[in-house]
């Protein structure tokens, strides 16, 4: 398979261990370079993004609608396949799923960060609210097996995965990036292949956002709970923590805890 990829290096010698980000539903490996990859590389990081298949400019596109999460897994093996020691993984949404289910079989990374994180448990509580909020976009999505729905226009993207207050310019960049989803992998994540919490033994650091409209912080503390830890949720802010104003408090915690592991 033939993926996208934005590889960034320091400018002076790279720390030993290097990062993979890993984009989530709608999204590819743009996300990252907007503000990730610039702030981890002028911190001695190497630093690799992928879009996932079907996505931004890698392969796919005409075959998306039907991408299972174990496709995306192995996306992300072909790309680890490629470095010289294993990464910290940091993934964003549904990619922190597909990390998730990645990190099942593969034990040798020194740790990963999940960021606003679809829980192991999958996405029935962000279903059952829908259902009872937007019922709408659920039926509509289903009927036509097409998650595209939930972010059809600017207004429901920044409802879903932005704050009120990100200026209107930023929101139409943004947005004219994002492409259409596979159904299959939200019926994965519904409970086809749901996560092996037994099976991840990889230190996580998962981090929250105190107004996001689609994984909600009960959801972000639930994940935490399933790997014995506590998650950090942070105020103020909305679903795309690596895009939101506010993004360099989340780098900078990410940052701070690499240092604290020997990162």
């Known amino acids: 398979m033939k993926l996208e990829i934005i590889h960034k290096k320091p400018d002076k010698n790279a720390r030993a261990t290097p990062l993979l980000f890993v984009h989530g539903k709608w999204h590819g ?23 996932l298949r079907g996505h931004a400019g890698s392969e796919g596109r005409e075959s998306l609608r039907w991408h299972s999460i174990a496709d995306y897994v192995s996306d992300v093996e072909q790309v680890v ?27 040798q990374h020194p740790a990963a960060v999940l960021l606003t994180a679809i829980p192991p448990t999958g996405l029935w509580p962000t279903i059952i609210t829908l259902l009872g909020q937007k019922p709408g976009i659920v039926l509509k999505t289903l009927a036509t097996m097409n998650p595209w729905v939930v972010i059809e226009t600017r207004e429901k993207a920044r409802w879903a995965l ?23 992998s939200m019926l994965d994540e519904l409970g086809l292949n749901l996560v092996r ?12 956002a105190q107004n996001d409209t689609v994984i909600f912080p009960s959801m972000v503390q639930a994940t935490a709970q ?18 939101e104003a506010g993004w360099e408090k989340v780098a900078k915690r990410i940052l701070e805890w690499l240092n604290n592991n020997g990162l």
């Open 226 to 243: 399933k790997y014995g830890t506590t998650a950090e949720i942070f105020p103020e802010m909305a679903h795309e923590v690596m895009l």
């Open 29 to 51: 490996a743009w996300c990252w370079d907007e503000h990730f990859l610039p702030y981890f590389t002028s911190h001695g990081y190497d630093c690799t993004a992928l879009s």
């Open 197 to 208: 919490t037994n099976k991840v033994r990889t230190p996580l650091l998962i981090i929250g």
């Open 162 to 184: 932005f704050s009120e207050n990100l200026p209107d310019e930023l929101l139409q960049k943004y947005y004219r990036q994002m492409n259409g989803e596979s159904f299959r």
């Open 81 to 107: 396949g490629q470095f010289d020691a294993p990464p910290v993984i940091i993934a964003h949404s549904m990619g922190g799923f597909i990390t998730q289910k990645y990190l099942e079989r593969h034990h």
